[in-house]
DNA sequence: ACCTGAACACCGTTCAAGT
DNA sequence: ACCTGAACACCGTTCAAGT
């Protein structure tokens, strides 16, 4: 399994180590022979991503199985923690998800059960949205605008996510349906689907109101939430 | 400046287009010429992150002159907007700040100031701490675990980010202040200072307890916060 | 079906040499 | 003080050729 070499490779010695030439001698082969089985070295940094995200899935699949793990929060208490031990296992996966210039389908699978078990739970879409972008780097170790990735290299296209979306299809009903609503919603439609600001924002109220009730000392007049 | 040649090539064609001799090329000079001015191609990464922590500070800076802003909180949520900004202009940097091996001294005056900030504000050290873990991504637009970094490539040395800390000195004050309390403190002292995976906890916590005031549908039993 | 050698266009970097 | 050419040890990748 020259995946599996790959993952060992990048575990022992950093993902800067991970190099054709090396694998293909880590695997006893010339550099060449892994392009017969591989596409290139973006399908072996994809696979890797792919990799890490079924490890995460097999560590959630077992939590399923514990019937402890029924409400919404522990189920996803239970989950994120799950990432963080298969993360800390594999160092180099977040900053690997995050730098990837197209999003792996395992991904886009992963975040659509986050979605799914905040929906049941009673959250809105438009909240379960905007809880994905508070988890931020807390569901998968890295935070980036996943639904509407800046290419690091110019070429914004605005409607690039949506459409990748839509084209999974039956394959991840709650993140179109997410989408669906949001763009109805949206107050101005030529914003896209997905303020990124307005996330933000939220995320940030979210957090200062959350510390808020740890303070020690009286607030300084006029320190009303928002 | 090289360093503006730098961060304006970045900004126009992706950080993966800033090689040494693309620089050069720009500068209308040969690329070993560069190695009179710079430290190598990581003296010129470490030299664009502190020139982004520079761009920050100077929004921050202006903000500080406006008398709205005397408040822990909006004082808090208009540097990380600024800080955001900064970050929308130079879609690279999070990244880079991310993947660096070694944190450049402006990060952390950059956190020594939110410490500041917060202790001012009736905070002790142990909860600026874990505001710091909690802000994340919001603070600089990536999210690691600052304080002990892993270097992505081993060479786990528990006590270095401490031995920097207290190098650093005078220049720091709170950020010493607070780790030398949380040391103090500490429950198991061979962790180190800094237990992340407790931070992590906490993070998560602030942010499902945040997220259930805005349930739709009433908990199902039992939902008590942890 | 699977592997390979030679070659190409790139990297960062050293070093002795130029002005 | 500042720049350079040649060279070295690396990259990822193509392609025609082997078995």
Redesign the interface.
């Given at each position: 399994m020259v995946l599996h070499a790959a993952v060992a490779l990048a575990d022992?010695?950093?993902?800067?180590?991970l190099t054709m030439r090396r694998l293909a001698a880590d695997l006893g082969v010339e550099a060449m022979s892994l392009y017969y089985h591989l596409r290139g070295k973006d399908g072996l940094l994809d696979g890797l991503v792919e990799a890490v995200i079924e490890e995460i899935d097999a560590a959630v699949g077992r939590l399923r199985k514990d019937p402890i793990n029924t409400?919404w929060?522990t189920l996803?208490?239970q989950r994120?923690?799950a990432a963080?031990n298969v993360m800390l296992r594999h160092?180099?996966a977040?900053?690997l998800i995050?730098?990837r210039p197209t999003i792996p389908a395992g991904v886009y699978a992963y975040y659509d059960e986050i979605v799914s078990t905040l929906v049941d739970?009673?959250?809105?879409y438009r909240?379960a949205h905007?809880?994905l972008h508070?988890?931020?780097?807390?569901a998968l170790?890295?935070?980036q605008e996943i639904f509407r990735p800046?290419p690091?290299?110019?070429s914004t296209d605005v409607d690039v996510a949506e459409a990748d979306l839509t084209a999974m299809g039956d394959a991840l009903p709650h993140l179109v349906a997410m989408v669906a609503t949001e763009a109805h919603d949206a107050a101005d439609p030529t914003l896209g689907w997905c303020d990124s600001q307005v996330e933000?924002?939220f995320?940030?109220?979210?957090?200062?109101?959350?510390?808020?009730h740890?303070?020690?000392?009286?607030p300084?007049s006029?320190?009303a939430s928002r």
């Open positions: 022992a010695e950093g993902i800067q180590a409400e929060r996803l208490r994120f923690l963080r160092p180099w977040p900053g995050g730098s739970a009673g959250f809105s909240i905007r809880a508070a988890f931020g780097s807390m170790g890295f935070a800046v690091a290299g110019g933000f924002e995320t940030l109220d979210l957090l200062l109101d959350g510390l808020d740890f303070r020690e000392s009286p300084p006029g320190s």
